[in-house]
């Protein structure tokens, strides 16, 4: 009986790691794939602009999310949530507003941005590409190493669950 736990859980072990090693594979498919993309999809103006630094095409990200999160950003949080400096934040804000990708409210004492509807139909454009490579490349990954982890915690919660009303 021992035995064929121990064989039971080296199996489950092994098919686990299997599961996880395809998910990094997957995973680093992605990200092979996203790096390429910003590196051919210069199509217009604003993709040739937000993919020609790693801290423009976070930009990108922080204004167009700021639109879904019906909120706005300030230099101060896009400085400490970007972990760039002021200086490259202003600037950013200057040239995108130039372009009309951001909208921008000055007042007295700060600045405020989001993007405008120009960058955040290119960002949803960007996420809809995103979704469909997502789907075809991790989403099976992804969803067998998720069953199969929920399946595991299950079958230890009753397995637990037995043997404790067994000791009863």
């Known amino acids: 009986m021992v035995r064929n736990t121990e064989t039971r859980n080296n199996s489950a072990n092994e098919i686990h790691q299997f599961l996880l090693d395809e998910y990094v594979l997957k995973t680093l498919e992605i990200e092979m794939s996203t790096h390429k993309a910003r590196q051919t999809r210069m199509d217009n103006k604003v993709q040739r602009y937000f993919n020609s630094t790693p801290l423009r095409n976070a930009f990108a990200r922080w204004m167009t999310y700021a639109v879904y999160a019906n909120r706005w950003y300030t230099i101060t949080e896009l400085v400490d949530d970007i972990h760039s400096n002021r200086q490259s934040i202003s600037t950013t804000?200057?040239?995108c507003e130039a372009e009309n990708?951001?909208?921008?409210?000055r007042t007295?004492?700060?600045v405020k941005c989001r993007a405008s509807a120009e960058l955040t139909e290119k960002m949803v454009d960007y996420c809809m590409w995103r979704k469909e490579i997502t789907k075809s490349t991790i989403g099976t990954a992804f969803n067998a190493l998720y069953n199969f982890e929920q399946l595991?915690?299950?079958?230890?919660?009753l397995k637990k669950k037995s043997v404790s009303n067994r000791d009863a």
Do not use: G, P, Y
């Open 101 to 105: 990708w951001i909208i921008v409210i």
């Open 108 to 110: 007295k004492n700060s």
């Open 152 to 157: 595991m915690q299950t079958n230890l919660a």
């Open 93 to 95: 804000i200057n040239e």
